[in-house]
């Protein structure tokens, strides 16, 4: 982030806190819960949001070296993403072009080449088929044809993208899809961090109440109020929309350190958490010394049911005891306030809608990040028909 825009997000916080308010939405928003529970709903944001758009893959360190892979299946499309042996990350279909067996499975790292695991094939890092067991049986069949199904893949300023379900003329231009967003999280050298963990996470709610659960510090000093509520400001934050994107500022109470001092020394991010989502499904948090990602897929045909991969990236590798305590400590913090407290929330919050005991919900002119976000949903959903 630019100098001039932490001092500009500095000024804004410390006027809010002068004034005892918080960033507004121009109205309050009425928002329908069949968003969160109709199974129609949910099929045309699978079809729409989960196969059409960029997703987040994870971060360059968790693919250091060529031969590195990760595998991605919670989209419905079943992929895995390679760094190849020029350093080049690309995306497969995870499908045996024999007769359609996995190839990989979790995450891991191969030498040169990928084994099916039923008759052998094999494949280079580059998705070319180079090896087939009694291959005098297949004379005939164009082994050049015979490569991975390739799919759009990005990998830009630390962060790996791929379109799950590519159109035949759709392109990946992920500084286009980041529109304004894009320089700030370059700023960030997303590509320096290093994978400390992950961790997957299952839970009985709507994929878009584990989005909601990170817009708005509203809720801090009272569902929060023996975790991170002490440590933040409830109800006072910042919103900017980036098109369907967002950042929410949340200050830190250390952030009163600031006034007073030269406003050319102001450094923000030590004195905030900055919450990006990253439309559709992920939620990229700036912590001082580390970074989350939250990637949040639908179960299946469930629209009250989720998975999501917590990603945990350090500045450091965590080589020492300490280190990895540290960072466990920190993981740990992260994992009991919002999958002990957030989490149990909102598997309430959908029971109530399964059992239609209202047909809408309100977000506060102080939540404007929630009407952004669910409005960015309804428009994408709207659009992509
Ligand atoms: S399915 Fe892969 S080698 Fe047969």
């Known amino acids: ?23 507004q939405a121009p109205d309050i928003m009425y928002h329908a819960t069949s968003a969160y529970n109709s199974p129609e709903r949910l099929q045309l944001e699978k079809q729409i949001l989960f196969r059409k758009y960029p997703l987040l893959m994870g971060l360059s360190g968790q693919l250091a070296v060529p031969g590195d892979y990760l595998t991605e299946d919670f989209s419905g499309i079943p992929i895995f993403v390679v760094r190849d042996g020029d350093g080049t990350v690309r995306a497969f279909l995870n499908v045996c072009r024999h007769r359609g067996a996995r190839l990989v499975e979790d995450r891991g790292h191969v030498g040169r080449a990928f084994n099916c695991p039923y008759h052998g094939w094999s494949y280079s890092l580059e998705g070319k088929l180079i090896g087939i067991p009694d291959r005098k049986s297949f004379a005939g069949m164009d082994n050049g044809s015979r490569g991975l199904t390739e799919l759009p893949a990005v990998e830009r300023n630390g962060m790996i993208w791929v379109i799950p379900a590519p159109g035949p003329d759709t392109k990946l231009d992920v500084e286009a899809y980041l529109g304004g967003m894009a320089p700030e999280l370059a700023s960030f050298g997303l ?36 975790t991170v509520g002490p440590i933040f400001f409830p109800n006072l934050c910042l919103f900017e929309a980036f098109g369907p994107h967002l950042r929410e500022t949340l200050p830190r109470r250390t952030i009163e350190d600031l006034r007073g001092t030269p406003e050319a020394e102001w450094n923000l991010i030590p004195h905030t958490a900055l919450v990006y989502v990253l439309f559709p499904n992920t939620v990229l948090v700036m912590q001082i010394d580390h970074v989350e990602t939250w990637r949040v897929f639908p179960v299946a045909d469930k629209v ?34 919002v999958d002990e407290e957030d989490f149990p929330v909102g598997e309430g919050i959908q029971a109530g809608f399964a059992a239609n005991a209202q047909t809408e919900i309100v977000f506060g002119r102080n939540e404007p990040a929630l009407a952004h976000f669910q409005r960015s949903v309804n428009e994408a959903v709207a659009a992509g028909r």
Not at 198 to 219: A, C, G, M, Q, S
Request: glycine share 2%; with cysteine.
């Open 1 to 23: 982030m630019n100098h001039a825009t932490q001092v500009r997000l500095t000024r804004e916080i410390l006027a809010h806190l002068d004034a005892r308010t918080t960033a």
């Open 191 to 226: 590509a320096n961090y290093h994978h400390h963990e992950t961790r997957i996470l299952r839970r009985k709610l709507n994929w878009k109440i584990v989005i909601d659960t990170f817009l708005e510090p509203y809720h801090f000093g009272v569902l929060h109020a023996n």
């Open 304 to 337: 009250d049911e989720c998975m999501m991969y917590l990603d945990f990236f350090v500045p450091e590798p965590a080589e020492t005891e300490s280190a990895k305590r540290h960072w466990d400590r920190n993981m740990e913090l992260t994992i009991r306030t």
